[in-house]
Every structure is written in structure tokens, then in C-alpha cells.
């Protein structure tokens, strides 16, 4: 499904760089992978690696299955450009019917006439809704999660997971999350990062167990 491999990354710091992959090879399959590891090991810039985000500093990420960008990312609108001026946008780039998706992104996001406005007007919980309905707008085979996204009201979040998890039979997610409760929710499998290295487990309370002694230490 995703392969990495070589993969290095790091990022600078005041003194020395923060080493966040050290020429990490693994073959992640098709299956709901939930990632651990303690604060600042590099899950998030893993996530957005594994989208085409962000690029390794070195080796090489590839990818058989359609991979979605981080769900809710919202780096790749403009902000001088309306709700649906950005959705036409993402539209041509991924291939998908123009009207039919900016049809359906209107219905999920519920912005009302600020869908024709421009997103430097939007409220932050606006602009969430308008990146999850893109999200959800687009059938990728893999979703990327950096924790689970809590917008709007209860009656949105509802209909927010319920469109989320109708993707889950055709499709396979790797999430983010410190929240056990959640990576339980929807994962099976697990992958802990330490240290520049990844292992993966096909047992996600195995993982678990891994990632709660590290917090141990």
C-alpha cells in the first residue's frame, strides 16, 4: 500500500536537528493503521509525508493505493478565493466531476452564503467544515487522520462521522491520535515512531502496550 523507503527526515534546531526518521525502511499494507508515539516523535510530519505534503530529506515514499491529504488540511486553499472557487480548485486537481462536487461540498459544509465568500472571511470552525466536506467530496483509498476532527455542533459532527464512516468499507485510514478510545474506534493495526524508527504491529494493543512503557520512561 505505502512504502517508505530510506526515509530520512529532520528538522533544525538552535542547536543540532531534531532527527524525525533515520533512513526508515517499512512496507505499511491496506489496512486501518493507527500511529503512536510520544510528543514531537514526528507522527504528524509522518502523516503529511505519507501525503505528498511535506518531502523526506531523503529515500523515497511510494504509494499503490489513491492517498488522501490529511483529513480537514485546509494548506492548500487560498484565502483570497471563495468556499467554492477553492473547491472548483481542488476539483480539476483530483479529477472530479466540478459541479457535482461543488454541489455536494455546499450541502455537507452548511455555510450559507459564505460558501461565496472569501475564506479570509471565514471563522476557523467555518473554514474546518468547508476542508472536511472537500475531504469527504473526494473517494480516496486511504484517508489520513491527525486526530479526529471535533467541528460545529452535535448534530454536524454526527453527520461528520457517519460520511466518514461510510467510507470504511471501501476504503482503509491511518490516523494520529493520543486518544486510545479513538485509534480502538477505527483501527486494528498499529505503528509506533521512536527515535527515528518505525515498527508495525498487527495487533493494534500491542502497539498500545509499546507506546504506554515509552511514556513509562
Known sequence: MIEL???????????????????????????????????????STLLRMIAGIEEPDGGIIRRSKTVSWPLGFRGSFHRDLSGLENVRFVARVYGQNTEEMIEKVRDFAELGQFYYEPLKSYSS???????????????????????IMAVGDAR?????????MERLPHSRIVMVSHAMNNLREYCDT????????????????????????LNEE
Do not use: C
Request: net charge positive; hydrophobic share 40%.
Open 5 to 43: 523507503q530510506n526515509v530520512s527526515k529532520t528538522y533544525p534546531l538552535r542547536k543540532g536537528r531534531r532527527i524525525i526518521l533515520n533512513g526508515a525502511t517499512i512496507t505499511l499494507p491496506w489496512k486501518n493503521i493507527g500511529i503512536l508515539g510520544r510528543n514531537g516523535a514526528g507522527k
Open 125 to 147: 470552525g467555518m473554514g474546518a467544515r468547508l476542508a472536511f466536506g472537500v475531504s469527504m467530496a473526494v473517494n480516496f483509498e486511504v484517508y489520513l487522520v491527525d486526530e
Open 156 to 164: 454536524f459532527k454526527a453527520k461528520s462521522k457517519q460520511a466518514f
Open 190 to 213: 498499529g505503528l509506533v515512531v521512536h527515535e527515528g524508527k518505525m515498527t508495525y504491529y498487527e495487533d493494534l494493543e500491542e502497539a498500545i502496550q509499546v507506546y504506554n512503557k
